[in-house]
């Protein structure tokens, strides 16, 4: 079963969110993590430190972390969907990393797997491969 990490701030909007306080859930992107449960991946929210999620964020994950576990999946490729590219650095193989929110800084040395404006594109990428994998024989 393909597993899925996202993180608080990759769904949510955190500039809305009060100081110390919990930020709102992008109800967009509880509706694609939904989606994604619905469609038999396992879906876990990261708290990395950082703001805890939401209720209705917390809903849709089958468990909340504190970070990424070193080796995600045994079998098969788990995704990592994070708002901050310094979270893609130093990935496992395993983990295909896709930043949310849009293209790195030209000048920065470009570190995630894939980029996806929103948490949306990124379910629908998953989805997509998902459905076309790819096999080396």
Do not use: K, N
């Amino acid at each position: 079963m393909t597993e899925v990490y996202v993180d608080v701030g990759a769904a949510s909007i955190e500039a809305a969110a009060p100081i110390g306080g919990v930020p709102p859930v992008d109800p967009e992107a509880v509706r694609a993590l939904r989606h994604l449960g619905e469609a038999g991946f396992r879906v876990f929210v990261i708290t990395a430190g950082g703001s805890e999620p939401a209720a209705d964020l917390r809903e849709v994950a089958t468990a909340v972390l504190e970070r990424v576990p070193a080796r995600p999946s045994d079998d098969d490729q788990a995704w990592y969907l994070t708002s901050d590219i310094d979270r893609c650095r130093g990935a496992s193989a395993r983990l295909r990393t896709v930043l949310i929110g849009g293209t790195p800084p030209g000048a920065s040395v470009r570190r995630c797997d894939a980029v996806a404006r929103h948490v949306q594109a990124a379910a629908m990428e998953i989805l997509a491969a998902d459905a076309m994998p790819v096999h080396v024989d």
